[in-house]
């Protein structure tokens, strides 16, 4: 008898866990690293998300979101593998120098940015909120420093 509920237990346990691997091997993620001036690094790119220019109307982004998966990455930046993706996270706004003068305070939600980041460069991401129309902020590449 407890031959055969090992048995039913290890064959419940195989049909758990095919479906849950299956998933993981789908679900593929982009490769995202902390920031680090380590020398395998030239060979990603430098995402910076912490600066903001609120003379500029650009905002500091927290990056919530890589190709279209939720992402849990730092507040200062991260680096990422070469190629095309999308980010998009939220902003904290300093209306100090940009104040809002839409009539409608309702800002909506913001398309994804597809940058398409190369090795070794050095990547400002930001939030754009100079716009009178809500409608018109988006995410922006503020400025790109480009590997020597």
């Keep these: 008898m407890q031959q055969v509920l090992k048995k039913l237990l290890a064959l419940t346990l195989l049909l758990v866990a095919l479906p849950l691997s299956a998933q993981i091997t789908k679900n593929i993620q982009t490769l ?12 990603m790119a430098r995402v910076v998300t912490f600066k903001s220019r609120p003379e500029e109307c650009l905002a500091s982004l927290a990056v919530t979101r890589i ?5 849990a990455v730092s507040a200062q930046g991260f680096l990422i593998e070469p ?3 999308t980010i998009n996270g939220m902003a904290t706004l300093d209306v100090t120098h940009c104040p809002l003068s839409d ?3 309702y800002i909506s939600t913001t398309p ?10 050095t990547y400002y991401i930001g939030y754009y909120h100079g716009a009178a ?16």
């Design 32 to 43: 995202v690293l902390p920031l680090t001036n380590e020398p395998g690094a030239i060979e």
């Design 112 to 121: 994804d940015l597809e940058v398409e980041f190369a090795a070794g460069s």
């Design 133 to 148: 129309n809500t409608e018109e902020w988006k995410l922006v590449v503020w400025q790109i420093e480009k590997s020597p």
């Design 67 to 71: 190709d279209g998966e939720m992402r």
């Design 83 to 85: 190629g095309t993706h």
């Design 103 to 105: 009539r409608n305070p």
